[in-house]
């Protein structure tokens, strides 16, 4: 069984003066990761109980350069990141980022030591067109290194019609993507891609998360409002360390 984690996607949200939401969320049986934004990385690595780790939300794939704005996984190393979210939505969305470029990321983070959570996800139309699988495969497929293991590597389906809305996919939803992900990474890396870990992400809250952690092939979960406050987050780390 790989080890769980619960991980928070901060996004565009929070201050030095909310980093005290972090106290007390680390725990000691299952991974706690709580990716702020990139301004926070720092301070609240060094402040981080045990327990506790923290990520980053984006980088750039270069190693260093002429890229104005940009972070390289060095410096998210250097700030105290320990993994770094990759082809959020979000950033498929607003930057327009492409399989490739979330693949050349992934190479980037994991070329650095650092854990890379891939995520992918399928629009409402997409789903309601009966595409779900066939358009998660060639996420997949073509967003996750060759050298992709259970150390270096995370994947997080979020439907992105999920995401902040208040919709959760079902339990029967959730199970049928996360088996369809599990045969494809055994198919393409054999028995060491049972320990890939899995996450589901998509308006996860206290309230839902038991039965989503119940579903087969469930290793954790990327949630974000969620994740703002301890009072919101807590019941999500326990429902997972129970699961
Ligand atoms: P919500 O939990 O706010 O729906 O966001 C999910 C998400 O996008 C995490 O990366």
Do not use: M, Q, R, Y
């Given at each position: 069984m790989p080890r769980k984690l619960a991980a928070g996607n901060w996004k565009m949200n929070g201050s030095v003066a909310q980093?005290?939401?972090?106290?007390?969320?680390?725990?000691a049986d299952i991974d706690v990761l709580i990716c702020p934004p990139a301004t926070l990385i720092a301070v609240a690595a060094n402040a981080a109980e045990t327990g506790l780790m923290i990520g980053a939300q984006d980088c750039h794939a270069?190693?260093?350069?002429?890229?104005?704005g940009d972070i390289s996984t060095a410096m998210l190393a250097e700030a105290g990141a320990t993994h770094v979210i990759v082809g959020h939505s979000e950033r498929r969305a607003d930057h327009a980022e492409t399989d490739d470029q979330v693949r050349a990321k992934a190479e980037a983070i994991t070329a650095q030591g650092l854990i890379a959570i891939i995520c992918i996800g399928e629009t409402l139309a997409q789903r309601e067109a009966g595409e779900t699988l066939s358009i998660l495969d060639a996420q997949l497929s073509a967003s996750t290194?060759?050298?992709?293991?259970a150390a270096n590597t995370v994947i997080a389906y979020e439907p992105v019609w999920a995401i902040g809305t208040g919709l959760t996919a079902n339990t029967d939803q959730i199970g049928e993507v996360h088996s369809h992900l599990r045969a494809h990474l055994t198919e393409r890396?054999?028995?060491?891609?049972?320990?890939i870990r899995l996450l589901y992400g998509g308006s996860v809250k206290a309230a839902n998360a038991t039965e989503i952690f119940a579903v087969?092939?469930?290793?954790g979960a990327l949630v974000g409002g969620a994740s703002l406050t301890a009072k919101d987050f807590r019941p999500i780390v326990d429902a997972l360390a129970a699961s």
């Open positions: 980093l005290s939401e972090l106290s007390g969320l680390g725990h270069a190693a260093s350069g002429a890229h104005t290194p060759d050298n992709a293991t890396f054999g028995a060491d891609a049972a320990d087969p092939d469930v290793d």
